[in-house]
């Protein structure tokens, strides 16, 4: 596997958590796994090998420093320092970083490179999202014949597609890549070349994560400019929802709780609602205690719904409910949030950054759940909800909808709606508040939310059935 950040090593969100539990689910089964992503930080480790990559004009010595993450799982962190050692990942305060064409070209050539010294052939090459989309192109392009590499089957996963690494076409002079790909068959999009693109176009199989954002991404609203492409590679395309780490999400053990809680238990579960309240600075006695709590733990931008929550807040706050808030993100939202724990300080918490105590704390201590996006492939959070018995409060979209069985039918895990309006939101969690005040209706909820398998097991083993198609 290529990806630029896996957990523990990278994180900024979604990608890191897959790319971290997969290939352990993976071992699990069996199968050995390298993970190959940039050496973003200075360690004490030193390279146990180096080379020097050749791209365009420029020569680039890299390094490859192996670790042993897990039984049969190895991580190789590419080590080129004055590419990766950086403030961020992709950028800093002032934008994205002007060469992260050539530093993911490092990566991904240096990827290949690893593995033709390693000189172990492996069955499949999984690339992941456009900072992983050159990997297949340089396979196809220059190491057809390769005895390691060449033929290999690659696997590209889309985890969301509003990501797309453009660039100007330029760019392919700094990145070796020949004119030829500057084709709508290949890298070019609107003039600019892509490097999700190029994943999509030189891999043999294709996957995104969920489902429902698989049949999205065909469509012009969901598509972003690619569903033509995606509708011409379709019959390669699968929906594998994600999983979370079962270990680390676990609310029978979890370190960051004050009282283990179960389905079959949920006492427990009244002892982190008022640890929350504590932690944020809110009211935790009895009345407090019984009103009901819905969180949120996001990115604040429009993609997860913050347009559309501050187009609701009046109606909203005109429920009888306490919110928390943990996320950053566009300074727009951030402000709103501020302004409106200042303005209902009883009854709105506004936490602006990240912290995993409070993260924890939020899904084990709410009652309820907030996802309301524009648009979500997979999403992780509602996950974590339903393995703690705090009910979700979601769009239908994408691994939202596939997740999330709405209230009033069997089985029902949370609370559903479809248009992308500010009715439709406030009367979903109208819905969530009425439900809440039976208190029997409510607990089977959460029993029901609770015993679904939302683990990486059952994932990993979807993923095995794309691997050997091709193997």
Known sequence: MVASEARPFATTGGLAEVVGSLPQALAR?????????????????APRDEVVLDLGHARHVVGF????????????????????QREGLYGNQLGDYADNALRFAVLCRGAIEYLRRRGERPSVIHAHDWQAGLVPAYQKMFFSDDPIVGGVPSVFTIHNLAFQGLFPASTLADIGLPWDVFNVQAMEFWGQISFLKAGINFSERLTTVSPRYAKEILTSDMGFGFDGVLTRRSRSLVGILNGIDT?????????????????????????????????VGLASGDSASKRPLIGLVSRLTDQKGF???????DDLMSLDATWVMLGSGERRYEEQWVALASRYPDRVSTTIGFSDRLEHLIEAGADAFLMPSRF???????????????LPIVRA????????????????TGFKFADYTPAALVGAVRRALTAYAKPELWKSMQQAAMREDHSWDVSAREYVKVYSAHS
């Open 397 to 412: 979209t994408g691994g939202l909808d596939d997740t999330v069985r709405d209230a009033g039918g069997s089985g029902a």
């Open 307 to 313: 347009d559309l929550i501050g187009a609701s807040l």
């Open 376 to 390: 979500e492939p997979c999403g992780l959070n509602q996950l974590n909800s339903l393995r703690y018995g705090t």
């Open 247 to 279: 270990d680390r999400w676990n609310p029978g053990a979890d370190e960051f709780l004050p009282a283990p809680y179960t389905a079959a238990d949920l006492s427990g579960k009244a002892a982190s609602k008022a640890a929350l309240l504590h932690a």
């Open 65 to 84: 420093v192996e670790k042993q993450i897990a039984p049969r799982v190895t991580a190789v962190l590419i080590d080129a320092p004055d590419l990766f």
């Open 29 to 45: 089964l069996g199968h050995a796994v390298t993970v190959i992503l940039p050496k973003y930080r200075e360690t004490d480790d």
